[in-house]
Protein backbone atom coordinates (compact mmCIF):
# COMPACT_ATOMS: atom_id res chain seq x y z
CA UNK A 1 0.00 0.00 0.00
CA UNK A 2 1.20 3.56 -0.93
CA UNK A 3 1.36 6.39 0.98
CA UNK A 4 2.36 9.97 0.92
CA UNK A 5 2.80 12.20 3.45
CA UNK A 6 3.08 16.01 2.86
CA UNK A 7 4.61 18.38 4.80
CA UNK A 8 5.99 22.05 5.30
CA UNK A 9 3.01 24.06 4.48
CA UNK A 10 2.18 26.93 7.35
CA UNK A 11 1.12 30.55 7.10
CA UNK A 12 3.71 32.55 5.67
CA UNK A 13 3.99 36.33 4.24
CA UNK A 14 3.70 37.88 0.34
CA UNK A 15 6.90 37.31 -1.00
CA UNK A 16 8.43 34.55 1.31
CA UNK A 17 9.51 31.31 0.39
CA UNK A 18 8.80 28.08 1.66
CA UNK A 19 9.45 24.57 0.50
CA UNK A 20 7.22 21.36 1.01
CA UNK A 21 8.02 17.65 1.28
CA UNK A 22 6.66 14.54 0.25
CA UNK A 23 7.45 10.62 1.47
CA UNK A 24 6.39 8.26 -0.23
CA UNK A 25 6.50 4.62 1.40
CA UNK A 26 4.85 1.48 0.76
CA UNK A 27 6.91 0.95 -2.89
CA UNK A 28 9.88 2.06 -4.63
CA UNK A 29 9.89 5.60 -4.75
CA UNK A 30 12.01 5.70 -8.36
CA UNK A 31 9.41 3.80 -10.05
CA UNK A 32 6.56 6.82 -9.68
CA UNK A 33 6.62 10.21 -10.99
CA UNK A 34 5.44 12.39 -8.88
CA UNK A 35 3.56 15.54 -8.97
CA UNK A 36 1.93 18.53 -7.15
CA UNK A 37 -1.31 19.86 -7.08
CA UNK A 38 -3.33 22.58 -4.75
CA UNK A 39 -6.47 23.44 -3.94
CA UNK A 40 -7.92 27.16 -3.40
CA UNK A 41 -10.75 27.66 -1.23
CA UNK A 42 -14.37 27.31 -3.47
CA UNK A 43 -11.97 26.31 -6.83
CA UNK A 44 -11.34 23.48 -8.20
CA UNK A 45 -8.29 21.22 -7.70
CA UNK A 46 -5.52 22.47 -9.99
CA UNK A 47 -1.56 21.10 -11.56
CA UNK A 48 1.25 22.73 -9.71
CA UNK A 49 4.57 20.50 -11.01
CA UNK A 50 5.68 17.33 -12.11
CA UNK A 51 8.85 14.99 -12.14
CA UNK A 52 9.94 12.01 -13.51
CA UNK A 53 10.82 9.25 -12.02
CA UNK A 54 14.40 10.15 -12.52
CA UNK A 55 14.11 13.99 -12.66
CA UNK A 56 15.30 14.06 -16.03
CA UNK A 57 11.88 16.35 -17.11
CA UNK A 58 9.25 18.63 -15.29
CA UNK A 59 6.42 20.48 -15.75
CA UNK A 60 5.47 23.25 -14.14
CA UNK A 61 2.35 25.25 -14.49
CA UNK A 62 2.28 28.59 -16.02
CA UNK A 63 0.64 30.38 -12.70
CA UNK A 64 3.86 29.52 -10.76
CA UNK A 65 6.45 29.35 -13.29
CA UNK A 66 9.48 31.23 -12.11
CA UNK A 67 8.57 30.64 -8.78
CA UNK A 68 8.46 27.06 -7.95
CA UNK A 69 10.68 24.43 -8.75
CA UNK A 70 10.30 20.52 -7.97
CA UNK A 71 12.75 18.33 -7.41
CA UNK A 72 12.77 14.72 -6.03
CA UNK A 73 15.46 12.98 -4.00
CA UNK A 74 15.46 9.09 -4.63
CA UNK A 75 17.46 8.16 -2.16
CA UNK A 76 15.26 9.49 0.80
CA UNK A 77 12.10 8.57 -1.20
CA UNK A 78 10.75 12.44 -1.07
CA UNK A 79 9.78 14.98 -3.08
CA UNK A 80 9.77 18.94 -3.07
CA UNK A 81 8.49 21.94 -3.91
CA UNK A 82 10.05 24.63 -3.47
CA UNK A 83 8.16 28.24 -3.19
CA UNK A 84 9.52 31.39 -3.74
CA UNK A 85 8.00 34.82 -3.74
CA UNK A 86 4.72 33.05 -2.99
CA UNK A 87 1.44 35.43 -3.43
CA UNK A 88 -2.25 35.22 -2.12
CA UNK A 89 -3.28 33.41 -4.92
CA UNK A 90 -0.95 30.51 -3.95
CA UNK A 91 -2.67 29.90 -0.81
CA UNK A 92 -4.47 26.70 -0.93
CA UNK A 93 -4.51 22.89 0.40
CA UNK A 94 -1.12 21.53 -1.33
CA UNK A 95 -1.31 17.84 -2.31
CA UNK A 96 1.27 15.29 -3.74
CA UNK A 97 0.53 12.44 -6.03
CA UNK A 98 2.70 9.02 -7.41
CA UNK A 99 1.94 8.17 -10.82
CA UNK A 100 3.01 5.02 -12.42
CA UNK A 101 2.82 6.31 -16.11
CA UNK A 102 4.67 8.87 -18.38
CA UNK A 103 4.79 12.20 -16.66
CA UNK A 104 1.37 14.19 -16.44
CA UNK A 105 -0.32 17.01 -15.48
CA UNK A 106 -3.43 15.61 -15.14
CA UNK A 107 -4.56 14.53 -12.03
CA UNK A 108 -6.92 11.72 -12.84
CA UNK A 109 -3.33 10.14 -14.24
CA UNK A 110 -2.25 9.60 -10.76
CA UNK A 111 -2.59 6.68 -8.75
CA UNK A 112 -1.86 7.70 -5.32
CA UNK A 113 -2.37 11.22 -3.53
CA UNK A 114 -1.59 12.79 0.17
CA UNK A 115 -3.44 14.29 2.38
CA UNK A 116 -2.49 17.47 2.02
CA UNK A 117 -0.67 20.62 3.74
CA UNK A 118 -1.94 23.55 4.22
CA UNK A 119 -0.29 26.87 2.72
CA UNK A 120 -1.47 30.01 3.37
CA UNK A 121 -0.26 33.37 2.37
CA UNK A 122 -1.12 36.82 3.65
CA UNK A 123 -0.39 40.16 2.68
Known amino acids: QVQLVESGGRLVQAGDSLRLSCVLS????????MGWFRQAPGKEREFVAA????????FIADSVKGRFTIARDNAKSTAFLQMNNLELEDTGVYYC????????????????WGRGTQVTVSA
Open 51 to 58: IRWDGGNT
Open 97 to 112: AADLGPLSRLAERYDY
Open 26 to 33: GRTFDHYA
